[in-house]
Structure formats: structure tokens, C-alpha cells
């Protein structure tokens, strides 16, 4: 992750850590989408002072760092 990258995974919520790490919905098998929610983008782009599209790419990539070392094992 871009230093960028890992102040926006500090700065996140425990439910907006546990939303990234999920890949299924609860009682069905298919896969689960994953989309930031409008106001957590928002935020972060007052915080952090960057673009909303900047916002929602790093969230992506944060996204699929975490899900890269849950399939590892970390």
C-alpha cells in the first residue's frame, strides 16, 4: 500500500475494516461487490485533501490488499 493508502486504512471504522473483508453475503454463495458509500468518500476527501475519484481508487486498492493477505493467512 501507498503511504496515502495506509492513513486512509487507519483512519477507517471498525465496520468500514470489516466491510472490506467481505467476500460472500451471509446466506447465499455468490460473490459480494464492494462499492465505498458516498459519505465515507466525502469524508476522506476533506480529510486527506484529494479528489473524490482519487478517494474511491484507494479504496479499491486498500480493498484488495486486505482481501490479498486474508487468502495468505495473515
Known sequence: ????E??????L????R???KKTKSRFSKKPRNYW???DLI?????QFFITEAEAYTAMLNIRQEVLREQNRGF
Open 42 to 46: 466525502q469524508r476522506l476527501t476533506q
Open 36 to 38: 465505498p458509500r458516498s
Open 6 to 11: 495506509t492513513k486512509i486504512y487507519i483512519s
Open 1 to 4: 500500500m501507498t503511504e496515502l
Open 13 to 16: 471504522s471498525t465496520r468500514s
Open 18 to 20: 470489516r466491510a472490506l
